[in-house]
């Protein structure tokens, strides 16, 4: 099993609402990522999680925070976003953060109001 | 800082063709390579991983190479089928660093949008 499960898969929220985006992972892998992607662009990494600890914060802005519960679970928790914060979020995992095959979910979709 | 470019930037060809795409890197220091197929609007899809050790690696009609001493990577495709329609993406791994500070960082290309025609 190579499935990383994002939900939701679209996201609808206004600029004050607070919302959170989940990623879950089976395969025992300790390194996950969140990425961004706008249209036609391709991803940009946001943050890395190593053994459940951040290990890599892109200079994301603080209405982003990712949180990782356990080994198989990360969250990125919204509030306060911009329209401009509108992408698709990616969630992957690999199985370090030593540059191993990263699988990817299918992204949520987000749209900011 | 690593730079990965992709040409074409667009591709159309009929159904049945071979075809290459192409990956290049400014910086060699790279731990692996890896290919993806997006489709529109959904998550990437890894179709081949090649280590900074490895020359090629195939999988199915799927061939990549790796040049690392030339920062270039080739994608061939054989025997095209309108279900390889996608935009296929590269992206390099650099190798661990002292600082750790981009240690498991993808670095992606802009894409190839593929469109195969009956």
């Known amino acids: 099993d190579t499935e990383v499960t994002q939900t939701p898969k679209h996201l609808v929220m206004g600029m004050t609402n607070k919302k959170s985006l989940k990623c879950e992972q089976h395969?025992?892998?300790?390194?996950m990522y969140w990425y961004k992607q706008k249209a036609k662009k391709p991803p940009e990494l946001m943050f890395v999680y190593s053994y459940e600890k951040l290990s890599i914060n892109e200079s994301v802005p603080s209405r982003f925070s990712p949180e990782c519960p356990n080994s198989s679970l990360l969250n990125l928790h919204l509030h306060a976003l911009q329209p401009e914060d509108s992408a698709l979020y990616l969630c992957?995992?690999?199985?370090?953060?030593?540059?191993?095959?990263?699988?990817f979910g299918q992204g949520t979709r987000l749209t900011v109001v | 800082k690593q730079e990965v470019t992709q040409i074409p930037a667009a591709l159309s060809v009929p159904e049945g063709e071979n075809l290459v795409l192409n990956c290049s890197f400014t910086d060699s220091a790279i731990y692996n390579l890896q290919w993806f197929r997006q489709d529109p609007g959904k998550g990437l899809t890894s179709l081949l991983l090649?280590?900074?050790?490895?020359r090629e690696q195939t999988s199915g009609r799927l061939n990549a190479s790796l040049d690392k001493s030339s920062g270039r990577s080739t994608l061939y495709i054989a025997a095209s089928q309108p279900g390889d329609s996608a935009t296929y993406l590269c992206?390099?791994?650099?190798?661990?660093?002292?600082?750790?500070?981009?240690?498991?960082?993808?670095?992606f290309g802009q894409g190839t949008i593929l469109t195969v025609h009956p």
């Open positions: 395969m025992g892998h300790r390194a």
């Open positions: 992206a390099v791994s650099p190798r661990p660093n002292a600082g750790g500070t981009s240690y498991g960082k993808l670095t």
């Open positions: 992957a995992s690999s199985q370090d953060q030593g540059g191993t095959e990263a699988f």
């Open positions: 090649i280590q900074s050790s490895q």
